[in-house]
């Protein structure tokens, strides 16, 4: 008799009543002895403008303070209704012999689902905190095709050829050089594997964060992955309320 499987709804309840409990044991023994570390890890910022994406996104790592409301929102009850991650998902198609990589996972809101229908997820975020409070989750939910890496702000550390698909999800705002980083990631994706971009409208929603100024818009996310070497499969401007879907392919 074949294993059963819980699907992803059934799980969500145990996610969010999870994440409370998680948080804690991540501030108690994940933070407290990774200060310097998490400092390295973000000095590409300090000849950043202090409102530039790279800025705000060394400001958040560093703030020890707002990791619990990071995840708190990361894992908010609402967020299923407008960011629709069956809808995301559902449009990489049949995951069981994929390998997929979620850069800037944070608390494994996509990972986690992903990891129901993928041959392997790698769950990739430059913070440690998030890594530690991944692994958590995956040892109480037995997630045994989750796995997280620690990264860099400019290597996602995959190795060649390793991941069919790509998830990012509100992450492209933040990396430091987006075009170079994105000619670094087309290593790890074999050919023919794609890489979906998912983040916030640069207009008025009743989202604030991350704020406008900082946002980019679909036109240019499109041309930065077209300079990178990636081929355009899909924009999609219109499914999700507040964001966009890109879907390029590595030829």
């Known amino acids: 008799m074949g ?21 804690s044991i991540a501030l108690l023994s994940g933070c407290s002895h990774r200060g310097s ?31 619990e409301a990071q995840v708190q929102a990361y894992e908010s009850k609402d967020r299923v209704f407008w960011q629709k991650p069956e809808l995301v998902i559902g449009k990489m198609g049949d995951l069981s012999d994929k390998v997929v990589a979620d850069i800037g996972a944070g608390s494994g809101y996509f990972a986690r689902r992903l990891a129901m229908r993928a041959r392997r997820v790698i769950a990739i975020d430059i913070d440690p905190r998030f890594i530690h409070f991944m692994d958590s989750l995956k040892m109480v939910e037995q997630l045994d095709r989750f796995e997280t890496r620690l990264a860099e702000p400019m290597d996602p550390h995959l190795d060649s050829g390793e991941v069919d698909i790509v998830l990012m999800v509100n992450t492209y705002l933040y990396l430091p050089d987006r075009v170079a980083y994105l000619r670094n990631l087309k290593k790890s994706i074999k050919p023919g594997g794609r890489i979906f ?4 409208k640069k207009k008025k929603i009743p989202i604030t964060d991350p ?18 070497g990636y081929r355009i499969v899909e924009s999609d401007d219109t499914s999700l309320d507040y964001q966009y879907i890109i879907v390029a392919e590595r030829p």
């Open 211 to 228: 704020p406008a100024r900082i946002r980019i818009p679909l036109y240019q996310v499109e041309e930065e992955l077209e300079t990178a």
């Open 37 to 67: 570390e998490q400092q390295e890890q973000v000095t590409f910022t300090e000849q950043q403008a202090p409102d530039s994406p790279a800025a705000l996104a060394a400001h958040t790592i560093t703030d020890a303070h707002s990791f």
């Open 3 to 23: 294993t059963t499987r819980t699907k992803p709804d059934e799980m969500k309840p145990l996610w969010t009543g999870l994440a409370a409990l998680m948080v």
């Open 197 to 200: 971009i998912i983040d916030f």
